[in-house]
């Protein structure tokens, strides 16, 4: 090699290790990955073939799914025997909602950013009432 293509390539490797490290800092940088909708209808599909397969838990308040999607959080908390805000706070974060939702919330109102089983929230109260109880 000739001393001008030596030149060009070691700014070419400058330039490529200038590009890895700001990918690496970008990386570094980036908020938690967030559940896609991919994501959330995978945890579904694990959970209708729980049910299917018989794995379906025993819930502590029997109430078919139909209405429990006309029910509050605040009613949904008070069948458990649980907190309302920690029953919000527990359903925002597993499904990641991003609307303004209170313990007066129609869980219909929920399933409109993100159609979830109604299944899911009685697996969420249990687990609280099992941890409070």
């Not at 209405?67 to 974060?93: G, Y």
């Amino acid at each position: 090699m000739n001393k001008m293509n030596k030149q060009e390539l070691m700014k070419t490797m400058g330039v490529a290790a200038v590009m890895i490290v700001a990918a690496f800092v970008f990386i570094g940088c980036r908020k938690p990955v967030e559940k896609t909708e991919d994501d959330k209808a995978a945890q579904q599909k694990v959970h209708k073939k729980e049910v299917e397969e018989g794995h379906e838990h025993d819930y502590s308040v029997e109430i078919e799914g139909k209405k429990m999607k006309t029910l509050t959080v605040r009613k949904v908390a008070d069948l458990w025997k649980i907190n309302p805000e920690t029953l919000l706070a527990k359903i925002i974060d597993e499904f990641n909602f991003k609307g303004n939702y209170t313990i007066d919330t129609v869980l219909e109102k929920m399933r409109e950013e993100y159609k979830f089983s109604p299944s899911i929230i009685k697996d969420i109260a249990e687990k609280i009432k099992t941890n409070n109880g």
